[in-house]
Every structure is written in structure tokens, then in C-alpha cells.
């Protein structure tokens, strides 16, 4: 049968028809079944976990149809021990039904790390071998000693700390340097704006110590003392004082308030 007559015969176009909707049927079939499958379309908003136990956050997870998984453990100091400190995917993103949802939790203990050598070298490769093994420069206390800003004793808790000794990662050790053949004078900076943290680096760096830390009332937890910024400190930025001394600082969420009337 020549083209032309098989393109008129009416069979053919019937039965072309037939394949054409069978294969539109089928294929429809298919991609709504991937559909219920897959639960396209349907998504779940991860809740925010933190601060709850493992064993409530599993209970929390499951009534929102996800996986919670332990991957880790961390230590963030004034968390409660045992609770979630963050997780992944992050509180509010949206998500798949049976997700498996990756948290870490803080730890019970904190870890213990060896002291550090400090002894006979200046401040400031001091500063850095502390920071380097997980602890933070403590106090300044300086004493009469030709070597100026070298470190004379290193000291833990009011007591000499050998290197070597196990100590829990975080704390602050204190250093005792030597002042020089006479007492040596600073210019205390300005740390106005800054965080507590940021302040105390930067009055360490001019040899100073953070004295009286005091939180207004919008300061209500330990995440409000962390985000909180400095509105007041004394002496004032610009006055000249003997290294070792302190520097008292005032601190508030409200901080553009404060910097608006002060």
C-alpha cells in the first residue's frame, strides 16, 4: 500500500490516535505517581531546636515528620549542657517529608587542653600562643622588671600553672609582666560601640584590664550580653593611666538610644 493511501485510510489514523492518548495516558500516570511519591509540592518548616534535650527535640522533630540525627558536639559556654546548640538545615527552611536533620549538641564538659609555655616571651606572642591553644588572656598584672611587657609567671585561679597542665578550654589565664625600670603610662582607646569581647582585646592591646562590667536592664540572658555594646566607659578614651589599671565598662542592647542622649 503506497503512502499517500495508508495517510487517507481511516484505520490508521484510529489506531494512531489509540497509541497517542495510551501514551499520554500513561505518561500521566507516571509523573502523578512520582508526584505522590515524592510529595511534590508539599514541604515542612524545620523548627528551631535549640536549646531543647535531644529527647525533646526527637519528639519535636517527629510531629513535624523529620529525622533528627546527633552528628556532633561542641561546648559554648553558658549554654546548658546537654541541649541543642545548632542544627542543619536551620530553623524555618523548608523542607522534605522524612528529612533527616543534622544537630549538634553542647557538651556536658568542657575540654581540656595542655597549658601552653608563656613564660619569657612578650605579651603579644603570649596572647597568641593562649589564643592558639582554645584559652583567652586573663588578667594584666605587672610588677617592677627591666623586661617590659615580657611575661614573668603565668598564673591560673591565683596560682602558678606549669606548662603542660590540663586545663579546661575557655578559661582565662592571668599574666604578670614586667613594668619596666619605671611605671609605664597608656592612653586608654575608645571603646564605645564595641561588644565586651571586642572591648577587652582592644584594651589588652594597650595593656589595660577590664575592671567593673555592668548590663542595663534591656541585658536579660547570656545571648542578650554577648550582642550587647558598649555605652560608657571609664576612665574616658583619651586619658592617660598607668598600664595594669582597669577600665570599667557600661553595656546595652539599646545602644543607639544611649549614643543618641550620652
Known amino acids: 500500500m503506497s503512502f499517500k493511501a ?18 499520554f495516558v500513561f505518561l500521566w500516570l507516571v509523573f502523578f505517581s512520582l508526584k505522590i511519591f515524592t510529595h511534590h509540592g508539599r514541604t515542612y518548616r524545620v523548627p ?14 517527629e510531629r513535624f515528620h523529620l529525622v533528627l540525627i546527633l552528628n556532633d558536639s561542641t561546648y559554648v559556654p553558658g549554654r546548658q549542657p546537654g541541649t541543642i546548640v ?7 527552611d523548608r523542607v522534605k517529608k522524612g528529612r533527616k536533620i543534622f544537630a549538634t549538641i553542647n557538651a556536658r564538659s568542657k575540654p581540656k587542653v595542655p597549658m601552653p609555655n608563656v613564660t619569657g616571651v612578650s605579651f603579644r606572642q603570649a596572647k ?25 609567671e603565668q598564673r591560673y585561679k591565683g596560682q602558678n600553672i606549669p606548662p603542660g597542665t590540663p586545663i579546661e578550654k575557655g578559661e582565662a589565664v592571668d599574666l604578670l609582666l614586667g613594668q619596666g625600670v ?16 571586642e572591648a577587652k582585646k582592644v584594651l589588652q592591646n594597650e595593656y589595660l584590664n577590664v575592671g567593673k562590667i555592668s548590663f542595663d536592664k534591656t541585658v536579660k540572658s547570656f545571648a542578650d ?10 576612665p574616658p578614651s583619651g586619658y592617660i593611666i598607668r598600664q595594669g589599671y582597669n577600665a570599667d565598662l557600661w553595656l546595652t542592647l539599646d545602644y543607639i538610644t544611649h549614643y543618641r542622649t550620652d
Open 48 to 61: 528551631d531546636l535549640t536549646g531543647l534535650t535531644y529527647e525533646e527535640a526527637q519528639k519535636v522533630a
Open 86 to 92: 545548632l542544627h542543619n538545615p536551620k530553623p524555618d
Open 225 to 234: 550580653s554577648i550582642n550587647a555594646r558598649v555605652f560608657r566607659q571609664y
Open 6 to 23: 495508508i495517510i487517507r485510510d481511516k484505520i490508521f489514523w484510529k489506531h494512531l490516535g489509540i497509541a497517542v492518548g495510551s501514551a
Open 128 to 152: 597568641v600562643s593562649l589564643e592558639l591553644a582554645g584559652l583567652n588572656v586573663g588578667r594584666l598584672i605587672y610588677q617592677p622588671d627591666p623586661m617590659q611587657h615580657y611575661v614573668l
Open 182 to 197: 619605671s611605671g609605664q603610662t597608656t592612653t586608654v582607646p575608645n571603646v564605645i560601640g564595641m561588644s565586651l569581647e
